[in-house]
């Protein structure tokens, strides 16, 4: 399995990094992402999600990936640094950055960086940009849970709950981020990493099948 390391392949990595010097790296990027400033990304967030989609497939800042790709939740995810212990809970989203913040998934209850013992609100829909849409930017965030506290099932929740990639049409494509931070108690992103996707016609296999909710399968590295 390939495991992404450091985004940041032709600059320092961030053990060798100062604070100020990663600090400066990370606003850097995110101001060339255009995502920076925004309604979803407000703040120079501490730290990067490492995302792994299949074997191959590593995911740096800005990778461009094809659907297939991106069809099937990450094999691996994880968020080093400050929010990642294990007394702090947190909650992981996936929205299209260029279609109205439209929701891919959602994961909340998160022990730490183990994705894998979160649990599911939204099932994971794939990307599925289309036809002469351009390329699309799809972010993933973490943000922390208030005091960290386990987020019990609500009418809020249950608004947000869906049992396959098919369901739950409405709420993904009228989701809004800052909304859901809102409601849930949500820090501003701790961890975030973004990759670039446009049309090809393995989208029509997207949007004609349908994933269940089920349990996401860790991988080794991050048990």
Not at 37 to 51: E, M, Y
Not at 126 to 135: D, E, R, Y
Not at 140 to 159: A, F, H, N, R, Y
Not at 215 to 220: K, L, S, V
């Amino acid at each position: 399995m390939q495991v992404c390391k450091n985004i940041f392949s032709f600059q320092v990595t961030r053990v060798e990094a100062t604070d100020e010097e990663w600090e400066e790296q990370l606003k850097e990027v995110f101001e060339e992402s255009g995502l920076l400033g925004g309604q979803i990304l407000r703040v120079v967030p501490k730290g990067l999600v490492n995302l792994n989609y299949d074997i191959h497939t590593c995911v740096h800042m800005g990778t461009e990936i094809t659907p297939e790709e991106s069809a099937y939740p990450p094999t691996a995810i994880s968020y080093p640094g400050e929010g990642a212990s294990e007394d702090k809970l947190h909650t992981l989203v996936l929205l299209d950055a260029d279609l109205n913040e439209k929701l891919h998934w959602m994961v909340i209850n998160i022990p730490g960086a183990k994705v894998h013992e979160g649990q599911i609100i939204t099932a994971y829909s794939g990307p599925n940009p289309a036809p002469g849409s351009g390329l699309h930017r799809y972010i993933t965030l973490v943000m922390e849970q208030e005091s960290g506290k386990i987020i019990e099932d609500s009418s809020v929740i249950q608004k947000y709950q869906t049992e396959s990639s098919c369901s739950g049409a409405d709420i993904r494509e009228n989701f809004h981020f800052q909304t859901l931070r809102e409601e849930l108690n949500l820090s501003e992103p701790v961890a975030v990493n973004y990759f670039t996707q446009q049309y090809d016609t393995f989208v029509e296999n997207i949007n004609g099948h349908c994933l269940k909710n089920e349990a996401i399968t860790p991988h080794p590295l991050y048990k």
